[in-house]
């Protein structure tokens, strides 16, 4: 690991988007207007509010994107509670980058790939899908399934509708858990959307969401022919620490801080289950 990587860097806070009624975006940069550091998609850092604590999140932007680094963060504890309340100007500190990024040189490059994301989970897909599309030549066809338990749960839907929608065969399917008066799109769960939109099971597939989410959505992958050695899934939400010290993201043999977050579905196999 880079030693620098555990070195907080100061990081000012230029820009603060909500989501969802849960789910803020936060766009960081450091004192000197530049981006704290370079990562790869799928890699995390470390969000630190002195004196109150510090927790991981995924980096949501495209490593593509220079002039800063965004974190959309649900509000789901006491840290948390606390970032939310932040504003434009104020400061907090951040390090990393942290984790096995998913493989967009080594096994995606050349491939038609499939997102699949439940609520927040499309955050760490987000970094990836960006950069896929900064690098569109080098990619096949994109299909994106999300859902979110209702339409004010969609994270980053305007840029979903005004860009990722206009992409160039890229295909996005959006559901909801229930039905709304003003919701013109698919109703139901994400894992039973994905048998129905007709996927290409010689695509790569990426996932993440609720644990649950995943586990029934691998299963309808596997029923229309994906193979677990082309599946991968982000588990950052037992990162702890991350540089393989606490022991609190330990699943089976392996670390999530260090072996992950990224793993393939076969990877994931060999451990305990717990996942």
Known sequence: MNTESLIPVVGVITDVRRDTPDVKTFRVVTPDG????DHLPGQCAMVSIPGVGESMFSITSSPTNTEFMEFSIKKCGCVTEVIHSLEVGQQITVRGPYGRNFPV???LKG?????VAGGIGLAPLRS?????????????KVAIVYGARSSADLVDIEEI??????EKDFDVYLTIDREEAEWDKHVGFVPSYVKEVGLNPNATALLC????MIKFTLQALLELGFKKEKVYTTLELKM??????????????KYVCKD??????????ELTGEY
């Open 260 to 269: 992950g977050p990224v793993f393939r579905m076969d990877e994931i196999d």
């Open 128 to 140: 990836v899908i960006n950069y896929v599309r900064h690098y569109r030549n080098n990619y096949g």
């Open 34 to 37: 530049k981006k704290p550091f």
């Open 111 to 115: 491939k038609d790939l499939v997102f």
């Open 161 to 166: 509708k005004n860009e990722w929608m206009n």
């Open 240 to 253: 702890k620490c991350g540089v393989g010290k606490c022991g609190r993201c330990n699943v089976g043999s």
């Open 105 to 107: 040189e080594e096994d």
């Open 209 to 212: 969401g609720p644990p649950i």
